[in-house]
């Protein structure tokens, strides 16, 4: 017999910022039904146990949790009761652990993934790209948001194509995040411009800086099994390292084991020095702690930038691969800069010189060194910032950026060639985003992989 399931419910659905009707709307269950549930004034025994299952799962009840609603005790107890039990009551229970077995009596094996500024796909494609031995472990999409039309766009022809609408374009300040849906990872590389090395450094008081907590209220509402958040490594240094400490302290305070790493790509098998902060968070009623996998097995991988825009060659009419018209004053200057330098490290004639005050930032008007993997592709500043090849006068293609970030050539982006740059830019590598997912999933599974400790405190899990 169900002791004071109302109570229950209720708190439930309150603790998820669900109104009965969407409750109604995601269960099938009528408001009006949910509504007397609540009340505690239908039957003792559940006409429907799909109802009971689906209501569990919606608001991340644990198995053992509803059997003591039932008045069952928890499923330890439950085995010497069963035999026990009448005819109704066992099929009730039985109906129960059967509704609910894959998701809480059955480790769960396939995450489904949900994005806070998902950008063009490329964590994406790198979680849903993870493999581990055990290939019962896998991430699919299941929604993804971004404030950018071409953005999503990109993102759902690469990603999802089957199912446009679980790409959601709108400012995630104006968002409903409950009409998003259930999920069991999620993940959110908030913006970084107002953390970025390369800018005004603004931090929680930018434009950009305080959206982490958008990540936060979606891991409060879904309650994920477990998340990734990524943003660039000048994190760690703004206010002092205040600002990581805060954001730590935030993700932990939803319930999660914080795992933070200054990941350095290059030593990951990209093609690009690109350092990022990545975190790892796994909820804390969960038996396990993530590792940080080791680089030791990339360092045979040829990361120069030369094998990665040339071998295999891109075809000529590959996807996003026109040529930037540079002027002539621009290829003149570059025909003076070597591999590896930029214009103001470089031996140019005095007509062809930037003339520029005050701090000169060493990647403008720089080419790549063909031998060493590049420098951080961005997505966004005015000219001189393009990344320029190493032996021609020109800045890079957008499919040559892209295979920077490890973007396979199938991957097409959509919108114009400077919303393209700014997409490729903003992207976490594909194939790093796959290293850091296969680790989690080996975490899930059991699975021991070569390790290296947190290079960022863990005391925020104290």
């Known amino acids: 017999m169900l002791q004071n399931y109302g109570n229950v419910l209720r708190d439930a659905r309150n603790q998820k910022h669900l109104s009965l009707k969407e409750v109604a709307e995601k269960t099938g269950i009528t408001d009006s039904r949910l509504s007397r549930l609540e009340k505690n004034s239908e039957s003792g025994v559940w006409k429907d146990m799909k109802e009971l299952g689906d209501l569990m799962h919606l608001y991340d009840m644990s198995l053992d949790f509803a059997l003591s609603v039932m008045g069952y005790g928890d499923t330890s107890s439950l085995v010497s009761k069963i035999a026990s039990l009448s005819d109704s009551d066992r099929e009730m229970v039985m109906g129960l652990i059967s509704r609910l077995k894959t998701n809480i009596v059955e480790p769960r094996t396939v995450f489904r993934l949900g994005e806070l500024f998902a950008g063009p796909g490329g964590l994406a494609w790198g979680a849903m790209h993870a493999r581990i031995s055990d290939s019962r472990y896998k991430v699919v999409h299941a929604w993804a948001n971004d404030f950018d039309e071409a953005t999503c766009q990109t993102y759902t022809r690469n990603i999802c194509p089957e199912n446009p609408d679980s790409v959601v374009c709108h400012d995630v300040r104006t968002l409903d995040l409950t009409t998003l849906g259930p999920i069991d990872a999620l993940a959110f590389g908030f913006p970084c411009n107002d953390f970025s090395i390369v800018g005004e450094k603004k931090g929680l ?37 205040d600002t990581l400490k805060l954001i730590l302290k935030d993700l932990n305070a939803c319930g999660y084991k914080v795992y933070p790493h200054l990941y350095k790509f290059e030593e990951y098998g990209v093609p690009q020095m690109r350092h990022r902060i990545i975190i790892i968070g796994i909820r804390d009623d969960l038996p396990y702690e993530y590792k940080v996998p080791s680089p030791e097995s990339y360092k045979s991988v040829d990361i120069t930038c030369r094998n990665a825009i040339e071998n295999p060659p891109i075809l000529a009419d590959a996807f996003n691969n026109e040529l930037t018209a540079q002027n002539e004053k621009v290829v003149a200057r570059l025909k003076y800069i070597k591999p590896g330098q930029n214009a103001f490290n470089a031996d140019i004639p005095e007509e062809l010189q930037l003339k520029v005050k005050g701090a000169k930032i060493s990647q403008i008007y720089k080419r790549l060194d063909p031998d060493r993997p590049a420098y951080t592709v961005t997505g966004s ?9 190493w032996s021609e006068p020109r800045a890079l293609t957008n499919r040559e950026r892209a295979r920077l970030q490890t ?22 590598p594909c194939k790093g985003a796959q290293i850091i997912v296969e680790a989690v999933l080996n975490t899930f599974a059991g699975i021991e992989y070569a390790t290296v400790p947190c290079n960022i405190s863990l005391e925020a899990n104290k």
């Not at 209220?217 to 490594?233: C, S």
């Not at 973007?407 to 976490?428: C, H, S, W």
């Open 205 to 241: 008081n930018g434009t950009y800086g305080p959206l982490y907590t958008y990540g936060a209220k979606a891991l409060k509402l879904y309650r994920p099994l477990w998340f990734l958040a990524e943003n660039v490594g000048g994190l760690q240094s703004d206010n002092g390292g």
């Open 381 to 389: 500043g005015g000219g001189g910032t393009h990344i320029y090849h």
């Open 407 to 428: 973007f396979p050539d199938e991957f097409k982006f959509e919108g114009k060639k400077e919303q393209v740059r700014k997409q490729i830019g903003m992207a976490v």
